[in-house]
C-alpha cells in the first residue's frame, strides 16, 4: 500500500485546511487510518484517526472539535479537515494506515503504511 499526502500549506491562524491522504488500493475495509503530525524538535504525535471500515472516529484532546477525519471510499483517499487553527497546530502531518486494534489507535508503532508528509505552517 502506497499513501499520498498532500494539502498542506501556509495559513493564518484561524483559517482552514483540508488534508488529502490517497491509497493506492483500497484500504478501508482492511485497515484502520490515521494522521499524526511531527513539529520541529518534538516526537510524532497522534492526531485523528478512524477504525477499520471507519466503524468509530478518535481525536486528540488537543484538536477535538476542531479536526475531523472522513473519507472518499470510490477514491481510496481519506481527509482531515482542520478548522480554527492555531500557531501550534504547524507540522509535517503524516497519513498512516494499518491492522491497528482499536484500544492501540493512537499508537504509530501500529500502523504499516505511512506517507510522505505533508506540512502544515499556522501564522499568528
Known amino acids: 500500500v502506497q499513501l499520498q499526502a498532500s494539502g498542506g500549506g501556509l495559513v493564518q491562524a484561524g483559517g482552514s485546511l483540508r488534508l488529502s491522504c490517497a491509497a493506492s488500493e483500497r484500504i478501508f475495509s482492511r485497515y484502520a487510518v490515521g494522521w499524526f503530525r511531527q513539529a520541529p524538535g518534538k516526537e510524532r504525535e497522534f492526531v485523528a484517526a478512524?477504525?477499520?471500515?471507519?466503524?468509530?472516529?478518535y481525536y486528540a484532546d488537543s484538536v477535538k472539535g476542531r479536526f475531523a477525519i472522513s473519507r472518499d471510499s470510490a477514491k481510496n483517499t481519506v481527509y482531515l479537515q482542520m478548522n480554527s487553527l492555531k500557531p501550534e497546530d504547524t507540522a509535517v502531518y503524516y497519513c498512516?494506515?494499518?491492522?491497528?486494534?482499536?484500544?492501540?489507535?493512537?499508537?504509530?508503532?501500529?500502523?504499516?503504511?505511512w506517507g510522505q508528509g505533508t506540512q502544515v505552517t499556522v501564522s499568528s
Open positions: 478512524a477504525g477499520r471500515n471507519f466503524a468509530g472516529t
Open positions: 498512516a494506515a494499518g491492522p491497528v486494534i482499536l484500544s492501540a489507535i493512537s499508537a504509530a508503532t501500529g500502523y504499516h503504511y
